[in-house]
């Protein structure tokens, strides 16, 4: 039972289990590498570490709530779940845009650097892959400005991370996380590479 397991913990583990719960709840995602600006570099999270760790116990405070975690050690994601699918977060067209680019630019790059779980990106490479795949055609509302906004929610979850100033300058570089890789199914994924698809084809279409 929870309560006994959670006794066998002394006082500061209990405070650890606190503070890791809480960040869990609120961002759904923990991942195993944050990137530290202070420092300019990355380190392993503690509160992965210790998820990972007392991973049982988690689970069993969690489901009196109808929650688990799975937790995926390829890529050092721990992530929320409902038993019943009622904790999905509904996102606006732009959010759901931005999560198919940057999982797209993270799988591409992933390929050229195998031992990389991290990826870097900046606006330049936003963008680039704007151009590259008309997916301003999808959504008028898709531009610069409107992904600013959507990158402060996916930082939040713990989706991105900045690196070099905030995501309302006009310039700014972050880390695409693994936890993307949870963010969008591979379904939704191909459900949308068919529609931007398409909206390209209907364009050339249009064009002869």
């Not at 929870?2 to 609120?26: C, P, R, V």
């Amino acid at each position: 039972m929870f309560e006994s397991a959670y006794e066998t913990l002394n006082h500061t583990e209990q405070a650890q289990f606190k503070d890791a719960l809480n960040n869990l709840l609120f961002k759904c995602f923990i991942v195993r590498k944050v990137y530290d600006r202070t420092r300019k570099m990355s380190r392993v999270n503690s509160d992965y570490l210790f998820i990972e760790k007392h991973l049982d116990l988690f689970n069993d405070y969690l489901s009196y709530s109808g929650l688990d975690i799975d937790l995926d050690d390829t890529d050092g994601v721990i992530t929320l779940r409902s038993l019943e699918g009622k904790n999905n977060l509904r996102v606006d067209g732009v959010t759901t845009l931005l999560i198919y680019l940057l999982r797209y630019y993270y799988e591409e790059q992933v390929v050229l650097k195998p031992n990389s779980t991290e990826i870097f990106m900046d606006t330049n490479n936003i963008k680039d892959l704007l151009k590259e795949k008309g997916l301003i055609k999808l959504n008028k509302k898709f531009n610069m400005t409107s992904i600013s906004s959507s990158m402060k929610i996916l930082a939040q979850y713990n989706i991105v991370t900045r690196v070099e100033n905030t995501f309302s300058d006009s310039y700014y570089s972050f880390y695409i996380l693994p936890s993307i890789r949870h963010a969008i199914s591979q379904i939704k994924m191909d459900v949308l590479t068919e529609e931007i698809d398409a909206k390209g084809n209907e364009e050339e279409d249009a064009l002869m």
